[in-house]
């Protein structure tokens, strides 16, 4: 099988579907010409593949970006645009939280807004807290939008190959430090549902939930912990919205112990909602309290080693889970 | 001008049409209950929408805002679905999930009403970028306020509508006031059409309540856009006579301002100029005005005679199944 950054797994995506349907297009600033002549990066070689009519370089507007993705979708295309990094969404957030989302239903259901916005987030590249900040809460808040965040290249491209075809507006945010590394990658058609986790690693003594970049530190945690004799279950959620509550029960009525790990800040983050989720209704599944692992509530920090005291590590997953051994 | 007859016709009966419909509003928001949320009126600035519209092709699309129902009315939406969404009914245009503020008519090529300030004109922006990737000969209008002007949304719009030439006429309706704060108060530029400049696009002030004005320089700008020059700013000056809404007392709008421009009524000037002209008779134009209290005392049945939806259809068209 191939191997492909997801980087390049999510420009194979793009490219396949450019190629199946002629509505699809692309915009965003340097989308077409950009700053990076590195072919790891998911827009690289589309401009001459396609032409400047469908990908598009914009000026530095976040809202008219989000608002042309908003217009073009009800008027029957399919566009696919980028805001460059998860913090610079606030620029856009009219456009897709009060319009993107809520347009359909303000229709009764007469309009369709089949868009696709992708945004780069994650710590990790010293660009500091305005960069990389993690705010897949902020639109898992909002009703009418998908949220899907993909951990390994093949389900970038399985995941993004669906958004686009979906009819619904998805916020597809992609870690940026899940850009470089080769992993392998169906080729061709493959498509990855939206709003279904997956199982990465199979265990019984306790579930680790997660997604985006963590699914790596939860697979280096579960690979120490297995020296030790404790198989730890990894869920990888890959959608947050709309999020697969079974797929999270059912690991956890088989093993009675959780731990959320997210890279986002701990308050309002989203593993709160992962853990009402299972105290909701999965209570009586639990043999212990649950734990969350997530970043501290600070803006990220560019130095060095204040970046790597934000994100968390498997050294505070694997305690986390020995406390609720 | 060389403006079809019977183009002026129409932009008279919508704009009676448009002021029958909201005077009977204006009377049954005062009835306790009647008509949930906000109550936002156009009385007066008629001509903007109406003038507008009648230049339009049905397979145009607008763009409106929070003060939208002449806008509506003037494309061709039924008046009583609209009526029926501002009681908030199940048979309204959008099953009462928009109510007044957020009428959306996609069936008339009016798919989007947004209450937020400024929020159109991207979105025009995005229905004018279909319209030139699809190749069709078709152009959206965006309706926005002199207050709208001030967000930074416009200006990324006009941006980019002038750096891809796409056809889109961006409608400054410029009413005098933006909430409570005259127009000096919030611009320094008296002339909102000036800004065109900094596009390098057309801009033109018109008078707002010359219907014939607006019917002109929209299709003028249609023309340009359909030639694949690009966007057009049209500046339609005209005043607010009624509040921000319905609630609004109006203690900062000088009386006789607001009598000086009742005066400029756009209703009467273009009826008394069709008339003068032999374009209408006296009998048309009562015809006009019996039916428009047909059509509206019609619509405020069916909606008082419509159901409220059920409580669990809120669940309903948030995403599509």
Known sequence: MQKLGMGQAINQALREEMRRDPNVFI?????????????????????????????????????????????????????????????????????????????????GGKSTFPLVVRMKSGAGIGAGCQHSHNLEAWVAHCPGLKVVMPATAADAKGLLKSAIRDDNPVIFIEHMGLYFAPMPVPEGEYLTPIGKAEVKRPGTDVTVVTWSGMLGVAMAAAEKLAQEGVEVEIVDLRTLVPLDKEAILASVAKTGRLVVLHEATRTGGFGGEVAAVVMEEGFNLLKAPLRRVTGPDIPVPASPPLERFYIPGDDQLIAAIKEIL | MNIPEEKQKEMLWTMLLSRRFEDELAELCKIEGKIPGMTILSTGQEAVGSGACAALAPEDVIISNHRSHNHLLAKGADPNALMAEIYCKRTGCNKGKSGTLHLAVPEVNAPCTSTVVGAGPPIAVGQAFAQQYKGEQRVTVCFFGDGAAAEGSVHEAMNLAALWRLPVIFICENNVYAGAQRYEEHAPNPSMADRATAYAMPGEAVDGNDALAVYQAVRDARERALAGEGPSLIECKTYRCRGHGEADPQHYQPKEEICAWQEKCPIPRLRDDLLSQGLITPEEVRDMEARAEAVVKEAVRFAEDSPFPNPEEALEDVLVA
């Not at chain 1, 042309?68 to 939280?97: C, H, K, Q, W, Y």
């Open chain 1, 27 to 107: 915009a965003g600033e340097g989308v077409g010409v950009s700053i990076h002549l590195n072919p790891m990066f998911p827009t690289h070689g589309l401009l001459e593949e396609f032409g400047p009519k469908r990908v598009k370089d914009t000026p530095v507007s976040e809202a008219a970006i989000a608002g042309l993705a908003v217009g073009a979708a009800e008027a029957g295309l399919r566009p696919v645009v980028e805001i460059m990094f998860n913090p610079f969404f606030t620029l856009a957030s009219d456009m897709i939280v009060n319009h993107a989302a809520k347009l359909r239903y303000l229709s």
